[in-house]
């Protein structure tokens, strides 16, 4: 079989297994590891090196974030929990994590979301986006985080940031700002290289914390 390499990583065994059943019926999906806690996830990642890694937050031994963290650096992660909660999103995408589904999502959703992140792009599932957004909202006006290499960002390179925060694809940036789809990878390539980034989600969580993107900012 080929396809999309993916490891599941849930210390419940019937939800694992259920997640298992659903991707092997996948023409495009292998099933290339299963694992009950963050420190299999990464000894079978490493072992098996898959594509994705579908990633459960709270788990004995070692959590999902920490998991997230100590994953090959090829290894893209898509959390998957039933936790909306924000200090779990700010974790997880600071973490590395390429991607962020409620596990009440339809099992559609999960199949898109997991060929997403394996594709390079981020994810977010609109409920958690919503909430992350609200969060910054939340904060007492000025209150930003100082961000290492910030001010080496040209200004080119600071308006893909913001626009990649707002949700906007390598394509749509590329239509926004009249200039082709390379250009726009070039600039983001730079800006996470500046900004030590591992992943375009993280852009996210540094634009708004950084006050890059203010609050109440229309989500694109």
């Known amino acids: 079989m080929s396809g999309t390499r ?3 990583v849930d210390d419940q065994e019937l939800i694992r297994g259920g997640l298992v059943a659903l ?3 996948q023409d495009d999906m292998e099933v290339v590891g299963e694992a009950a806690d963050g420190a299999e996830a990464i ?3 490493e072992r098996v090196r898959p594509d994705v890694a579908l990633m459960d937050i709270r788990m004995p031994v070692m959590d999902g974030i920490e998991a997230t963290r100590r994953m090959p650096a ?3 992660v898509l959390i998957l929990t039933t936790f909306n909660v924000d200090e779990h999103v700010f974790a997880a995408l600071r973490a590395g994590a390429a991607g962020f589904l409620l596990k009440d999502s339809p099992p559609a ?3 898109a979301a997991i060929h997403t992140v394996a594709g390079g792009e981020a994810l977010l599932d609109p409920a958690v ?3 992350l957004i609200d969060a910054y909202v939340s904060r007492p006006v000025g209150q930003t985080v100082a961000v290492h290499g910030l001010d080496d ?3 080119r390179e600071k308006e893909v ?3 990649v925060a707002q949700g906007l694809s390598n394509r749509e940036i590329s239509n926004r700002l009249h200039v082709s789809d390379g250009t726009v990878k070039t600039h983001l390539n730079r800006v996470m290289g500046k900004l030590d980034l591992t992943s375009r989600a993280q852009a996210v969580v540094v634009a708004y914390e950084c006050g890059l993107v203010i609050p109440g900012q229309p989500w694109v």
Do not use: G
């Open 161 to 163: 940031l913001k626009l």
């Open 129 to 131: 986006t919503q909430r």
């Open 153 to 155: 960002l040209t200004e």
């Open 23 to 25: 991707l092997r019926a």
């Open 43 to 45: 000894a079978a990642a």
């Open 74 to 76: 090829e290894v893209r």
């Open 6 to 8: 993916v490891l599941v």
């Open 109 to 111: 959703d999960l199949i």
